[in-house]
């Protein structure tokens, strides 16, 4: 069975999910919707793209697409998703899902009102280094765990410049750090770790050419009893050829081992009292970071052809946002805030 496909926005991110798109069996790309016309034909060139149009609705109409593929800003997304719902097609929508949790909550209940598959583009729990460290951990190769850390260091984010050259609305973005970016590490917490109960947040804007928060630190309880750190600094970079590959460096602690992750991918074990070696594992270095958009779309089309559900479907990706939001409570109020 052969589903087709419509994306909606054509900016930086875009190229991911199109180019991701044509290697996808089962998939046939049918039209792109943009505002921007010359963008819009410019994407549908490069990716073959037969249809090109400004209005969604008016692509609704006449290409009648099973899956939608929102790619746009999240304060669009609300708009889009219910045209797309109200339209009969499943939602692919990137993240973040909405400008805030009533919102998402809103667009889920579209989703079942309309009885219509709805899923958050979410694809860090994808990417190869993110799944070899589930299944190391579902080995107990650890022991028990005790804690994880990760230092987010893309080094993108100085100077007044700062994103415009591929996202220029981050620089608008009032919530930035964990709205854009954070939230992907909640998510990929979520997957490694099991549910987090209690966050404690001390977040700062260091760029003032930005409107949101731009670093921060974030410690995570997690119902295991697991602690969590993400150390986050958006101007600083780590030791990497792709700085964004990995966007920085992790370190999972057990009683057995400790397992660390560095800016290329690698992974490296070190048994307790031992010396560290690495974890060689197979992945493949292209599309965006060890081709996990590749991975999320192939995943979501699985999902949607065998009518099941996703574990980033919109109502079970509504407690990461719920978690961000108990994130700048906390840091709002300087206090450890129970999820």
Sequence with gaps: MTLTVAGVGTGYFAQYHFEAW???????LVAVCDHDTNRAHSTARRYGIPMVFDDLETMLHQT???????????DTHES??????????????????????ATARRMIKSA?????FFAVHENFRFQPWYQEIRRLLGHETLGDLYSVSFRLRPGDGQGSDAYLERQPYFQQMERFLIHET????IDTYRYLFGEIQRVYADLRRLNPAIAGEDAGMILFDFKSGIRGLWDANRLADHTAKDTRLTMGEM????SEA???????GRLFIRPKGGVESTHPYDWSNQGFAGDSVFACQRHLIQCILEKRPSPISGCEYLRNLVIEEAIYESNHKGEKIEV
């Design 258 to 264: 400790a397992l660390r992750l560095d800016g290329a």
């Design 64 to 74: 009648r697409p099973e899956v939608v593929d929102i790619i746009t800003p999240p």
């Design 22 to 28: 044509q290697r996808i069996d089962n998939i046939e």
């Design 182 to 185: 954070g939230i992907h590490f």
């Design 251 to 254: 370190l999972i602690e057990g």
């Design 112 to 116: 079942e009102q309309h009885n219509a």
């Design 80 to 101: 889009l998703a219910g045209i797309a719902l109200a339209a009969g097609a499943a939602v692919i929508c990137q993240k973040p899902l909405a400008p805030d949790v």
